[in-house]
């Protein structure tokens, strides 16, 4: 049974940071990009970032580029986020997927449950 399970989530101030986790069991993920989206109430699932197969190469929507890092673990099978200086507008359900068959795209196969992320002001 493929399963991931985000953790990291919680809440913070503006301008706060959190480091999401994604752990993966029950199939390797290595040779595939691997994402993170997020979902704020009454919106649509969104793209966040995503990173390739060994992590050289990363992509990230523009209203996250240079707060947050993705990164990732093959020897662990994990996939991290980290985010800083923090926004209301990313208060979300933050979800990581894989594997992911496009950079950016929402075509994964796999979803996590999702992780809550509230950003006070």
């Known amino acids: 049974q493929v399963q991931l399970v985000e953790s990291g989530g919680g809440l913070v101030q503006t301008g706060g940071s959190l480091r999401l986790s994604c752990a993966a069991s029950?199939?390797?993920?290595?040779?595939?990009?691997m994402g993170w989206f997020r979902q704020a109430p009454g919106k649509e699932r969104e793209f966040v970032a995503s990173?390739?197969?060994?992590?050289?190469?990363?992509y990230y929507a523009d209203s996250v580029k240079g707060r947050f890092t993705i990164s990732r673990d093959n020897a662990k099978n994990t996939a991290s986020l980290q985010m800083n200086s923090l926004k209301p507008e990313d208060s979300a359900v933050y979800y990581c997927a894989a594997p992911c068959y496009r950079l950016g795209s929402p075509s994964c196969e796999y979803w996590g449950q999702g992780t809550q992320v509230t950003v006070s002001s």
């Open positions: 029950g199939r390797t993920f290595s040779s595939y990009y």
């Open positions: 990173i390739n197969w060994n992590g050289g190469i990363t």
